[in-house]
């Protein structure tokens, strides 16, 4: 609101003004919400903005969604393409937070922690996740070589001591997990990892597990949500979920040194207090990590 109302333009993407990108600029103080993969988008965007001398025409600009004064209205423009090449875009930019990034990426422990990502895509459609509108539903990886390297780049030039992949489903192609993990291995970077997939694809090779271990992966999030059956077909979840595919996830991770960030959800509106109450007493049987 400060900045808006200082003449600054507004521009917002991710995943809240992606899925709700009316209510967003309904507010009045954001001017164009960049919907889903925010790269090619926002450059073209800004380029736009800022060659056009004040007579910028927003709807020639995919993916972005913006608020016509002259008609009252939020003009959606068509959606842009999903990034194809994963490897072509740059690394974000983190030189420009100096002390701030390392700052910002520094876990309770004092040691640098940073984020990247590794693939963008989820084909499943849970009810609860917008993953699949954020960055589509076909699954796209980077190349082993160009995730190493980034690895490299932040262990060398931030002293990253422990890098959390914040990939949705990092485990959707096993066969290109194992290519990663080699990759990964094969460098004996010093750092370790933290990762999201999930627990059926992860018991489809259970000896994925131990590489995990090897090349330095010490968390991995699944989204175990509920052991009710009723419940997990409400969230289309989809796959082979079941609470006793979680357990033996949880189960087979901790065997080779792997904590199990378990994600549960409460809530849903057809949900009974008895089945809240299972969910947490599932919740304490298998003990992840973290709950």
Known sequence: QAVHEQGKTVIMGGPHPTSSAAETLKSGYVDYVVRSEGEETTVELLQGIGESNGHFDPSTVRGVSWYDKETDTVVHNPPRPFIKDLDALPYPARDLGGEVFRYRSKGIDGNVAPTMITTRGCPYGCRFCDVHVLAGKQWRARTPKSVADEIEHLVTEYDATHI?????IINHDNDEWH?????????????????????????????????MATAGVRHMFIGIETPSKRLLKTYHKGGKASADTSAAAVELLRQHGIETYGGFIIGEPTETEDEIKTTIEYAKSINPATA
Not at 164 to 168: F, K, P
Not at 189 to 201: E, H
């Open 164 to 168: 959390r992949i914040m990939d949705d």
């Open 179 to 211: 290519k990663l993990l080699d990759a990964i291995i094969e460098r004996n970077f010093s750092a370790t990892y933290w990762v999201m997939g999930r627990a059926d694809m992860l018991l489809r090779d259970p000896s994925t597990a131990e590489k």
